[in-house]
């Protein structure tokens, strides 16, 4: 049987590494950590602190987000802890489309920089990520469940085949003749 998926997707995205973080035109020493949001601030996800990667921390840690179907971009905080509190670093958005959509297969894992900049607009580093896009698979129905479903359900379309088993066709193809 085919796995079939809602329609609330989750974002996979496992925070690589950063290139070149600086605060203040500084390169920083340590205390590197990212936040990753969707559309709204209460819906996020962090990374733990790289005490020793200094201005080009690793993490390669894995965070699981689940994406508002109104989303349009996440954005991702690259944060460094200080003595007198967590600074920003540099932040970039991550347009949805870059992610899904169009015609890359679902839960296709691609790797991605961008450019981070500063609180003013200044280039700040580059933070890489790998993202995909994960569907929870929807409960399995059995056989009976399903046709007794269609059965009880409109169907809109064109029979097929001979023992009209709920198969329809709902699109027709057409020609189209340039003169």
């Given at each position: 049987?085919?796995?079939s998926?809602?329609?609330?997707?989750?974002?996979?995205?496992?925070?690589?590494?950063?290139?070149?973080?600086?605060?203040?035109?500084?390169?920083?020493?340590?205390?590197?950590?990212v936040?990753?949001r969707?559309?709204?601030?209460?819906v996020?996800?962090?990374?733990?602190?790289?005490?020793e990667?200094?201005?080009?921390?690793?993490?390669?840690?894995?965070?699981v987000?689940?994406?508002?179907?109104?989303?349009?971009?996440?954005?991702?905080?690259v944060?460094?802890?200080?003595?007198?509190?967590?600074?920003?670093v540099?932040?970039?958005s991550?347009?949805?489309?870059?992610?899904?959509?169009?015609y890359?297969?679902?839960?296709?894992?691609?790797?991605?920089?961008?450019?981070?900049?500063?609180?003013?607009?200044?280039?700040?580093?580059?933070?890489?990520l790998?993202?995909?896009?994960k569907?929870?698979a929807?409960?399995?129905?059995?056989?009976?469940?399903?046709s007794?479903?269609?059965?009880?359900?409109?169907?809109?379309?064109?029979?097929?085949?001979?023992?009209?088993?709920?198969?329809?066709?709902?699109?027709?193809?057409v020609?189209?003749?340039?003169?």
């Open positions: 049987m085919a796995k998926y809602s329609s609330s997707p989750a974002i996979e995205i496992t925070v690589l590494s950063g290139e070149n973080l600086r605060i203040d035109l500084k390169s920083i020493k340590k205390n590197a950590f936040v990753v969707s559309n709204s601030r209460n996020f996800r962090k990374t733990e602190i790289d005490t990667g200094g201005s080009n921390p690793n993490w390669n840690e894995k965070l987000l689940d994406l508002p179907v109104h989303a349009a971009a996440l954005t991702v905080e944060h460094c802890r200080t003595a007198i509190g967590n600074r920003l540099g932040m970039a991550v347009p949805i489309s870059d992610i899904s959509g169009g890359v297969p679902e839960s296709y894992l691609h790797f991605l920089s961008y450019r981070l900049r500063d609180q003013k607009g200044e280039r700040n580093g580059i933070i890489n790998s993202v995909k896009t569907f929870a929807a409960p399995e129905r059995s056989c009976a469940a399903s007794a479903s269609l059965a009880s359900s409109p169907v809109v379309g064109v029979p097929v085949g001979k023992n009209n088993l709920g198969g329809v066709v709902t699109g027709f193809p020609w189209s003749v340039s003169h």
